[in-house]
């Protein structure tokens, strides 16, 4: 990687008011926080050792001291204070905080938060446009959010009322959160089920009903069971359906100059979700192995056909 | 060669920054260390170095020194114009914001947001993220990024790009704004090929973008804003789909709408939908235990792609 003197003296800039704050941290750390190596930073370190004010005598020069691999800022001159956001900083910042009320819900008290606190921020960054970008994170946000994010800090189990879309059917479970995350704009909870003993994967807003279940016990913590090692269906991804290959990207195998039809194992064990996803894609996506899943596919093709009569 | 001009850049923001008076060029040629050779060798260094620090953000005022002479001029940097000041702030807005930066840990503003918080931690403030418990934010999917299309939108100046699936592959886009929807970017902006304000996703870019060279070439209309777009063009048409549900199943297609009885087998429910694909793809999830009713093309296209045939 290229860096440009300018790229340099932006790192300078930032690393003096960061030591300020942390003194006697470690050129390790710094070398981390600032996603550099210690070697990198240790020249920007020398570097600002030569700079200062107009006259330059030692009075006038940055003064640092670094022991043994620790640094500390003994005279910053003028570069205590961290500088301003930049315009693309702001828009992180500002979009962030909407993307966050996005997936709270009305009422959620920390969206109420949040909502402020963007706007107080708003009145600050004058001179930035923020208009111009806009956030949303993804679907009908879910009452239940805040109870799971309480239930992962306080690793309490939950009953929930859940609705499988995979399988079509409403379960009753009892779970102990793992962690949270997002993936084309919904949030999914994976968490170890203690009804069906394993580790599932819950889509929040298909959660119909919730209760906490109190204190996780240790016998709660069971192991769950071995994915079985297993060889992954193959399928051909057709041009009309682009935008299944856009949103599972991180599922398929996809060579930088592909062309369509794409050829491509898909890394899913649950054949249900694969089959339904296919008939959904009408003909965009097939399965091309293993032999069992495609008949099942046609069969399923058929049936739904015979419907139209 | 660099090291030089950083450590130039250096001095000369903290002389701007100390300096209670606006410093002119000629005391910053004598007193800043680094400025040396010619007179012009020294101007066109001095004129890139305010350009360079301008671009992180610093901005230099300049103003007149001497009212009888108005060429002469002065520079000096506001230390309230270069250092970051949120108002008064409570550790708890701090850690919010530091949630909602940790958002961006993908492409786009990843960047930024790395460099935003590194900010944040210089400002003394003790922040405790773990309380919200929301590592688990993400708000993009695995996407190329597209830094220069942030720049153009900023300079307004025309893109042009290759895009997926169109029959004119060369697109030419004056950028109004940028969306980030279910985990993909999109650009908004005025065609100029079809004079008309389109939406392009940009996993759909085949070709780097090409940023043409005039700055300020347009305008983005006062009253324009991409949320208040797509929210429009969200609720603009709904169509409506009589579907057959299978008892107890179809699960969730239940949540959305009002379901009655038709016999032993079946119910029925009005379901709305803005575009065909995705609402085939909902529908069809279910197989044989879903059944559109009407309307009719909706009926035909689902026959004659489960027959195999092309759409």
């Known amino acids: 990687m290229s860096e440009t003197a300018l790229d340099r003296a932006s790192r300078a ?36 050792f030569v700079c200062g004010l107009p006259g330059y005598s030692p009075l006038e020069l940055i003064d640092l001291s670094f022991d043994d691999g620790y640094v500390s800022v003994i005279d910053a001159q003028t570069l205590d204070k961290p500088r301003k956001l930049s315009r693309r900083e702001v828009f992180a910042v500002i979009l962030g905080l909407e993307g966050m009320t996005s997936l709270r819900a009305q009422g959620d008290p920390l969206r109420a938060e949040i909502e402020e606190l963007r706007s107080k921020l708003a009145t600050l960054i004058s001179g930035v446009n923020i208009k111009i970008a806009s956030l949303k994170v993804g679907t009908t946000p879910t009452p239940f959010l805040s109870h799971i994010e309480t239930s992962l800090r306080e ?36 968490a170890f089920c203690l009804t069906s003993h394993g580790e599932r994967t819950f889509r929040v807003d298909r959660i119909i009903e919730l209760e906490s279940k109190g204190q996780a016990s240790a016998l709660d913590f069971e192991k769950a069971l071995p994915i079985k090692s297993e060889v992954f269906p193959t399928i051909e991804i057709g041009e ?70 | 060669m660099s090291d030089q001009k950083t ?3 250096l001095n000369l923001t903290i002389a701007l920054l100390a300096t209670q008076r606006y410093l002119t060029k000629s005391e910053i040629f004598q007193s800043v260390a680094g400025y040396s050779g010619e007179i012009d060798t020294m101007e ?6 305010k350009d360079d620090l ?143 304000i389109r939406t392009f996703k940009i996993a759909r870019v085949i ?7 005039k700055e300020r070439s347009y305008e983005i209309p006062e009253d324009f804003s991409p949320a208040k777009y797509l929210e429009a063009d969200a609720t603009s048409e709904f169509n409506r789909a009589v579907v057959h549900i299978r008892k107890n199943h179809c699960l969730t297609l239940r949540l959305e709408g009002e379901v009655k009885s038709v016999d032993d087998d079946w119910d029925e429910i009005t ?32 026959k004659n792609s489960l027959q195999g045939n092309a759409l």
């Open chain 1, 155 to 190: 690793r309490t189990l939950l009953d929930i009322t859940y609705l499988s879309g995979h399988r079509d059917t409403e379960t009753q479970r009892t779970i102990r959160p793992n962690f949270l995350y997002v993936e084309n704009g919904f949030i999914y909870l994976r």
């Open chain 1, 13 to 48: 800039l930032d690393l003096i008011p960061f030591i300020v704050e942390n003194p006697g941290i470690s050129i390790e750390d710094l070398a981390t926080v600032f996603g550099s190596t210690p070697k990198e930073i240790t020249k920007d370190l020398n570097l600002l």
């Open chain 1, 240 to 309: 009309r359906s682009r935008g299944f290959l856009e949103e599972n990207r991180h599922l398929l195998e996809i060579p930088d100059d592909f062309s369509y039809p794409l050829a491509t194992t898909i890394a899913v064990s649950d054949r249900e979700w694969l089959l339904r996803t296919c008939l959904g894609q009408r003909g965009g996506v097939s399965i091309l192995a293993p032999a069992d899943l495609a008949t099942e596919l046609a069969q399923r093709r058929a049936e739904t056909l015979a419907l139209y009569g």
């Open chain 2, 44 to 49: 066109r260094m001095f004129e890139r170095d």
């Open chain 2, 7 to 9: 450590e130039r850049l």
């Open chain 2, 54 to 196: 301008r671009s992180l953000g610093i901005e230099i005022e300049v103003r007149a020194v001497d009212v009888l002479f108005e060429d002469q001029m002065g520079y000096r940097i506001r230390p309230s114009d270069y250092a970051l000041d949120l108002g008064p702030i409570t550790p708890r807005e701090l850690a919010l914001i530091s949630v909602a930066l940790q958002g961006w840990r993908t492409s786009a503003l990843s960047q930024s947001s790395q460099t935003a918080l590194r900010k944040l931690r210089s400002l003394g403030i003790d922040t405790d993220t773990d309380q919200f418990a929301m590592e688990w934010l993400r708000f993009e999917n695995e996407q190329p990024s597209f830094d220069l299309l942030w720049d153009a939108l900023e300079k307004r100046q025309v893109v042009e790009f290759g895009y997926a699936n169109s029959s004119s592959p060369i697109r030419h886009v004056q950028p109004y704004g940028l969306t980030l929807l279910h985990g993909f970017w999109y650009l908004i902006g005025f065609d100029l090929d079809r004079q008309e």
């Open chain 2, 207 to 213: 070709t780097p973008f090409t940023l043409l060279k």
């Open chain 2, 271 to 302: 379901l709305r939908y803005q575009h065909e694909d995705p609402f085939l793809r909902k529908v069809l999830w279910f197989g044989s235990d879903a059944k559109i009713i009407s309307p009719a093309d909706l009926v035909h296209k689902v």
